[in-house]
């Protein structure tokens, strides 16, 4: 009976642990968070994308790329077979230019973009705690940007990729700004150990 | 006898009348017409609202279709109340896809009722299922985004563009900063704004 307690205490203990230790270790591996160097230039970079077709749908702030599917943002890189991305009326506007005319004319804001279907988001040559430079990729069947919360939810078997550093989740929420991460039944693997926190 | 030739006399006076009637016919319909440098408003059927001006270099109407080139379609923002506020853009072309936020921005300075701009090299357009399709090159053009392809197809009542291949869009930094926590003063409340539209 008491060793039954101690092996349910244990089994606690560990699981915190490993929790722990796997969410703080890919914390550190600054996935999907902006690098330090001119982040001003690259936000005024405009965000391409290449796909095979795609809907407009103006009566409902909608657009859907489709088939082969590839962004190229300051920020980082997506491929996926299928995004949508949803438009809402501007909340706030962006600094005043001085010229009311332009002021006045308030567009659309992505609030949302989904990707669907083999997504992988790239974090090209990003500088680690050593120094090197290392490329920083994940991987799901799908992945929801929220723009308003700074957060990507994957999900469907999704997997983070930072040099030698892998963590695998039953879902993955990156929060972009702040750089935290949050795994739900996740698996951990770094430099050759292998952490649960199942 | 007689009765046999009567009915060839108003057999053969019915087919001169048709012959003569037809071509006539067409002009009142305007079936055959053809038209240069024009400009066409289509309004909702639901409300009468304005919801696009086609501009275009020729068309031709052969029934139901119309074939159109250089067809430019300007999308009018929902808005729009006063019908002064819509100025002819019948001489715009689309600017490349290179084009920085601040020439965007004044692009669309003075372009207030737009809300959207579709360009192409020629394009057919179904009356009836009020329909605009074409197989060349198309350019669309918004504040937020601007979009390139090859072929398209649009629904004036639904809104609707579809663009069928060869897709590049770039998506302009200041649609993406505005979601962001970080960028910009507090949100403003949106002023009150009227939807009556002014019917033609």
């Known amino acids: 009976m008491t060793g039954n307690v101690y092996r349910k205490i244990g089994t606690a203990l560990l699981t915190a642990c490993l929790l722990s230790f796997s969410v703080e270790s890919f914390a550190q591996l600054q996935l999907f968070s902006s690098p330090s160097k001119n982040k001003k230039e690259k936000s005024d970079e405009p965000t391409i994308i290449n796909s095979d077709a795609m809907d407009i749908d103006m009566a409902n702030d909608k657009v859907t790329l489709l088939g082969n599917v590839d962004v190229q943002d300051p920020e980082m890189g997506i491929k996926c077979r299928k995004m949508i991305i949803f438009l809402g009326k501007s909340s706030k506007k962006t600094a005043s230019t001085g010229d009311a005319a332009r002021d006045e004319q308030s567009g659309k804001e992505v609030v ?33 940007y929220e723009l308003k ?50 | 006898m007689v009765k046999t030739a009567g009915k060839i006399f108003w057999i053969v006076l019915l087919m001169l009348g048709a012959a003569v009637h037809l071509p006539g016919a067409d002009d009142m319909t305007g079936a ?61 072309l689309p600017y490349p896809l290179t084009w920085t936020q601040g020439q965007v921005e ?20 179904d009356k009836n299922l009020r329909m605009l399709r074409g197989d060349s090159p198309v350019h669309y053009r918004s504040r937020e985004m601007s979009v390139d392809g090859v072929g398209f197809d649009a629904d004036q009542d639904r809104k609707f563009v579809h663009v069928r291949s060869k897709v590049r869009v770039v998506i302009y930094p200041d649609a993406r900063r505005r979601s962001a926590p970080s960028a910009g003063p507090e949100p403003k409340k949106d002023q009150e704004q009227k939807t009556n539209q002014e019917k033609k």
């Not at chain 1, 669907?116 to 991987?139: C, L, S």
């Not at chain 2, 059927?45 to 300007?74: H, M, S």
Request: proline share 2%; aromatic share 6%.
């Open chain 2, 32 to 92: 055959a017409a053809s038209l240069k440098h024009f400009a066409l408003p289509e309004y909702s059927r639901a409300n009468g609202r304005l919801q696009f001006i086609l501009y275009g270099e020729t068309a031709r109407n052969l029934g139901a279709l119309v074939f159109l080139t250089q067809p430019k379609v300007d999308i009018v923002r929902n808005e729009v109340s006063n019908i002064l506020d819509i100025v002819s853009l019948a001489n715009v």
């Open chain 1, 149 to 198: 919360e700074d957060s990507i939810t994957l999900t469907e078997d999704p997997v983070l990729v930072s040099g030698p550093n892998r963590l695998r989740g039953e879902r993955i929420i990156l929060h972009t700004k702040t750089e935290r991460v949050l795994v739900f039944k996740g698996v951990a693997r770094t430099k050759g150990k292998m952490l649960n926190n199942q």
């Open chain 2, 106 to 125: 004044d692009f669309w300075k003075d372009k207030k009722h737009s809300q959207a701009l579709i360009f192409a090299d020629s394009a057919e357009y």
């Open chain 1, 112 to 144: 949302r973009i989904e990707c669907i279907g083999d997504v992988v988001i790239t974090r090209n040559q990003v500088e680690n705690a050593n120094g090197t430079k290392e490329n920083q990729q994940a991987f799901a069947g799908k992945a929801v």
